[in-house]
């Protein structure tokens, strides 16, 4: 079983950054691909981006490219997302996701990031 922590979110202006951070602590995280989800008020929760155990593969939504990029440390377990240009619609719950080879899925509690303008 996987605990992930998300930290790093908080409040920005529109073109800012933040830095996101999950650090796991568990089975072997270098085994698991991981995601990054948002959830903003009464929209459902979509993948923004995701990279493979090795970190060899990355997948962006279209909407990030570009601006986000997603990255992981197998030595320190952990994943981030760095976040540039932010806009007001990036606004959202940010979660953490690891799914393993036999399709356990394991979630972090999220941490919120707000944009003003």
């Known amino acids: 079983q996987l605990h992930l922590l998300e930290s790093g979110g908080g409040t920005v202006q529109v073109g800012g950054s933040l830095r996101l951070s999950c650090i796991v602590s568990?089975?072997?995280?270098?085994?698991?691909?991981m995601g990054w989800f948002r959830q903003a008020p009464g929209k459902e929760r979509e993948l923004v981006a995701a990279?493979?155990?090795?970190?060899?593969?990355?997948y962006y939504i279209d909407s990030v490219k570009g601006r986000f990029t997603i990255s992981r440390d197998n030595d320190k377990n952990a994943l981030y997302l760095q976040m540039n240009s932010l806009k007001a619609e990036d606004a959202a719950a940010y979660f953490c996701?690891?799914?393993?080879?036999?399709?356990?899925?394991?979630w972090g509690q999220g941490t919120q990031v707000t944009v003003s303008s």
């Open positions: 996701n690891g799914k393993g080879a036999t399709h356990d899925s394991y």
């Open positions: 568990g089975r072997s995280f270098s085994s698991y691909d």
């Open positions: 990279i493979n155990w090795s970190g060899q593969r990355t």
